[in-house]
Nanobody, 124 residues
Framework: QVQLVESGGGLVQAGGSLRLSCVASGNTFAMYVMGWFRQAPVKEREFVAAMNRSGGTTYYADSVKGRFTISRDNAKNTVYLQMTSLKPEDTAVYYC?????????????????WGQGTQVTVSS
């Protein structure tokens, strides 16, 4: 069992930046693919970014490519999402997720563990 705790959300103006963090419990963090998803009001939860165990493979949603960067520090059991050039349409609750095997995927239902989410609000 892995517990995930996100932090770093907040209110930012359009064009600004935020860095989200997600800390995992236990000592098996390096065994998990890590992903970030987001959910805006009345919308389905959507894929944002994901990274394999070593950090050598990353996937991004087209809507964030070039603006967001996922990274991980296995020694700190932490995955990050650096968000730049934020837009009002990036407003959502952001969730980190962990997947037991090493296949990176954008499919939400393939992830085994989820955090509680952190709110990101981008004002225009």
């Amino acid at each position: 069992q892995v517990q995930l705790v996100e932090s770093g959300g907040g209110l930012v103006q359009a064009g600004g930046s935020l860095r989200l963090s997600c800390v995992a419990s236990g000592n098996t963090f390096a065994m998990y693919v890590m992903g970030w998803f987001r959910q805006a009001p009345v919308k389905e939860r959507e894929f944002v970014a994901a990274m394999n165990r070593s950090g050598g493979t990353t996937y991004y949603a087209d809507s964030v490519k070039g603006r967001f960067t996922i990274s991980r520090d296995n020694a700190k059991n932490t995955v990050y999402l650096q968000m730049t050039s934020l837009k009002p349409e990036d407003t959502a609750v952001y969730y980190c997720a962990a997947k037991r095997d090493n296949t990176v995927t954008v499919i939400r239902t393939r992830y085994n563990y989820w955090g509680q989410g952190t709110q990101v609000t981008v004002s225009s």
